[in-house]
């Protein structure tokens, strides 16, 4: 059994409770990190806090008392569950009101429930899906508008996995006026030649902590990054295509809508993207 944390406390999973009142489970009113774990180290928890602090201050929700702490937290949770690969996931709401109401209720007596677990997955950088490659299909983004805060309305993403599911693929890009905005997981991106082309940054996208990674050694290895949209027939038609995202790394994308990209196989440059990822995030771990 995992010992999980909630509000300042260390307890198994069958005694963390959360009252019926919360506004993450009334209203979706709460924001959320995944920050993986390999060789028993967190990978880039400095970015995932700076942008659960940005998330927070969008929603005009206060930082938790244990905010500082939160490293710790992580470390604490990676020991007690001794997670070697894996990954933390980490959920603050709004807290729990006496009652419900629309109204935000009031900060200095509803404290934020904060609430995080381990998932311990061995072989998560070792992954047979990137060998293979995985399979998309695309389908309107109906989401809300603020993508770039990272709430826990994750129905909308939810609803497209399972699309992805009964056509028999892996997961699906969402795309909205004609152009991909993002996986239902993770960032989106084609490649042409020597040229990454990922959408660029703005309220219709996570800004993804691996995203940020990635590009930045893309251009230390001298690759070409164009950051604007994409269509899915450009998609179809690229040498390449994969997703980031903090559980998948790098991971190729072969298909899309039933259409091969490139070979039908992982291609050189997501490989590579991968691997120079892997190697430069295990040697930053904490
Ligand atoms: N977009 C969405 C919609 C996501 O849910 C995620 C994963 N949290 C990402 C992008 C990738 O972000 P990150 O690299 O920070 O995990």
Same mark, same amino acid.
């Given at each position: 059994m995992r010992t999980v944390y909630l509000n300042g406390e260390f307890v198994p999973e069958n005694e963390a409770q959360v009252s019926i009142f919360d506004r993450g489970f009334l209203m979706a009113d709460g924001v959320y990190e995944v920050t993986s774990v390999l060789g028993g180290k967190l990978i880039d928890f400095a970015g995932h806090a700076k942008r659960l602090e940005r998330s927070l201050a969008e929603l005009d929700m206060q930082k938790p008392d244990d905010f500082d702490n939160l490293l710790e937290v992580h470390r604490a949770l990676v020991r007690l569950n001794d997670i070697d690969e *894996?990954?933390? !996931? @980490?959920q603050i709401t709004r807290g729990a009101p006496d009652d419900r109401d629309f109204v935000f209720?009031? &900060?200095?007596? /509803?404290? &934020? /429930? $904060? $609430? @995080?677990?381990?998932?311990?997955? &061995? *072989? @998560?950088a070792n992954s047979p899906a990137a060998q293979k490659g995985i399979k998309v299909i695309s389908i309107e983004d109906q989401r809300w508008a603020r993508r770039d805060?990272? /709430? $826990?309305?994750? @129905? !909308? &993403?939810?609803?497209?996995?399972?699309?992805?599911k009964a056509a028999g693929k892996d997961d699906a890009w969402m795309v909205e006026d004609g152009k991909v905005t993002e996986g239902s997981s993770n960032n989106a991106y084609i490649v042409k030649g020597n040229t990454i082309i990922t959408r660029h940054l703005g309220t219709e996208i996570l800004h993804g902590i691996t995203r940020a990674a990635v590009l930045r050694f893309a251009r230390e290895a001298q690759m070409t990054v164009e950051e604007r949209s994409f269509t899915i027939d450009e998609a179809k038609d690229a040498d390449e295509a994969f997703i980031t995202s903090a559980s998948t790394f790098v991971m190729p994308v072969v298909e899309v809508d039933d259409h091969a990209i490139g070979t039908g196989k992982p291609g050189p440059i997501s490989a590579r993207l991968r691997e120079i990822y892997l190697d430069e995030s295990l040697k930053a771990a904490v």
């Open positions: *894996g990954m933390i !996931y @980490l209720p009031d &900060p200095e007596t /509803t404290r &934020p /429930t $904060v $609430v @995080l677990f381990t998932q311990n997955k &061995p *072989g @998560l805060i990272k /709430t $826990v309305q994750l @129905l !909308y &993403p939810s609803m497209a996995k399972m699309a992805a």
